[in-house]
Nanobody, 126 residues
Framework: VQLVESGGGLVQPGGSLRLSCSVSGYTYSTACMGWFRQAPGKEREGVASLDFVGVKTQADSAKGRFAISKDKNVLYLQMNNLKPEDSTMYYC????????????????????????WGQGTQVTVS
């Protein structure tokens, strides 16, 4: 399984970016996927997740500004009204599904257990 993020970059406050996570070698039809972010020296933070029937979970910091979506084998995170505090590395994660739930903590645990993480893409808002 390979998850490859792209779309990060430098943007001014109030601007927008759309992150993409391309998935290959992955055929779990009931899977949960999501986005996390982590700054150096800080704890990993869940941003948003999406289960196989389209149910979304979002962190409070993402509500109203970020939107998660999926099209075939690509997971997206549309980020609007970006703030300097959104600057960090963003990671894509996935599990194998199977009905374990798609909350952000559950997804992070499953992704850690399976090693289903991307390499990250840097977002800088300045």
């Amino acid at each position: 399984v390979q998850l490859v993020e792209s779309g990060g970059g430098l943007v001014q406050p109030g601007g927008s970016l759309r992150l993409s996570c391309s998935v290959s070698g992955y055929t779990y039809s009931t899977a949960c996927m999501g986005w996390f972010r982590q700054a150096p020296g800080k704890e990993r933070e869940g941003v948003a997740s999406l289960d196989f029937v389209g149910v979304k979970t979002q962190a409070d910091s993402a509500k109203g500004r970020f939107a998660i979506s999926k099209d075939k084998n690509v997971l997206y995170l549309q980020m609007n009204n970006l703030k300097p505090e959104d600057s960090t590395m963003y990671y894509c994660a996935a599990d194998r599904g199977g009905g374990v739930g798609c909350g952000l903590r559950t997804l992070a645990y499953q992704a850690d257990r399976l090693g289903f993480w991307g390499q990250g893409t840097q977002v800088t808002v300045s």
